[in-house]
């Protein structure tokens, strides 16, 4: 037994062309407005990102953007949150290196010898060739954490940050019509709480 049925067709007679979906390539139309409705990376390297190989998608910056576009994906897909502060990140992980070296000297500390006697003669233990490696890389890591100034440079944003505040604060207080006193007592506030995070 067959049925007829082998799904309904849809015929538009082509009238209606199928709304395809994103994301599309979106460069500029050559000689007309709108925009191309390729599908993003179309022909590329990159498919399903940037512009397509009609519009600049296979030029170098069109290849570097479609590029980003498809890593910035990949991590979000990953969930990787993106690094906000590069600054801030390098110091955290400075804070990690010390701390794993530290951790390594503790555990030398705790050896009652540092030589172990084998069949192939004495041996220094592992934990101490662990400590020095650390020591060496945590030594580096530091020298070139003082050459880019990261202490100097997070002030530098910090205060930034502050004089952004706070023009942004003169310009609601005197939005929402507060007297000086008023102004002066909202300000306080704000530095106090500032200071509570
Ligand atoms: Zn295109």
Redesign the pocket.
Known sequence: MTTADSGSTHDDGGKKRRKRKGPF???KLHGRDGT?E?AAG?GTPHPGHG??K??G?CAPSGRAAGAESQARAELARLGVPPVENALTALAAIAGEVVAWKDMLAAKVNELSSLRYKTEGGEQLRAEVALWERALDRCGKFLVDMAKLDIDERLARVTEQQAEQISAALTAVLAEMGLSQDQQRAARAGVARHLRAV
Do not use: E, S
């Open positions: 390539c979106g460069g191309c390729q179309w512009r397509c009609l519009h998608g």
